[in-house]
């Protein structure tokens, strides 16, 4: 089973090879700082996160099969780092490894058609409709609901990786404020893993398996 973010990875890094629809415009920069709880679905599978962001930058935190994970994302050093802190075990990854999944800095790279304005989960966003399906069934169909400052509040379609998958994302808890600059940093006692393959590098907390849903 391909993991969840790969899923999600693969289909927009296709949008972005895309022809855009004429008349669209750019979805908003992340340009804002908050946190907030992420709760991601991709064909019946879920993942739950508590998010910290700081303009394009992130920090996820989540619990799969019983493991603490953590993920730092850092567009402005092109790069992330998947750790288990129990282990103290970690791995550089490129933004657009599929481990990383959602990355607000090249979400924002796409275009939609604005639908109009409303409040999703106490902020008041544009609904943007984005169709960048190609042929063979890879890109993005759906729409995607952005404050101007960038917040990527929600997220709806279908995205094709083999076969179309459906795909939902949804921010709550969003409390906007400055977050403490430690948070992207990433600790400098870790053992850095660098095997290969790539499916034999990854720790397997962060190989999605399992059939059912990842959910804490």
Not at 2 to 22: E, K, N
Not at 64 to 71: A, Y
Request: hydrophobic residues 40%.
């Amino acid at each position: 089973m391909p993991s969840l973010s790969s899923m999600l990875l693969t289909a927009l890094v296709t949008c972005l090879a895309v022809v855009l629809p004429a008349g669209a415009d750019p979805l908003p920069a992340p340009m804002a700082a908050f946190s907030a709880s992420q709760d991601l679905q991709v064909d019946g599978v879920a993942l739950s996160a508590r998010l910290f962001h700081d303009k394009g930058r992130e920090r996820r935190e989540s619990r799969v099969d019983g493991m603490n994970n953590l993920l730092i994302v850092r567009p402005d050093l092109d790069e992330a780092v998947v750790i288990q802190p129990e282990s103290r075990m970690a791995m550089k990854l490129s933004l657009t490894d599929p481990e990383v999944g959602i990355v607000p800095s090249i979400l924002a790279r796409l275009s939609g058609e604005p639908e109009g304005t409303e409040t999703v989960a106490g902020e008041k966003v544009t609904r943007y409709r984005v169709q960048d399906m190609t042929p063979d069934g890879g890109g993005f169909d759906g729409r995607v609901w952005a404050t101007p400052d960038g917040i990527y509040v929600k997220l709806d379609g279908r995205t094709g990786d083999g076969g179309v998958a459906a795909i939902s994302m949804q921010l709550s808890e969003i409390r906007r404020g400055p977050q403490d600059p430690a948070l992207f940093e990433v600790p400098g006692d870790l053992i850095m893993m660098t095997l290969d393959p790539p499916e034999g590098r990854v720790p397997p907390a962060f190989q999605d398996e399992r059939k059912g849903s990842a959910t804490p």
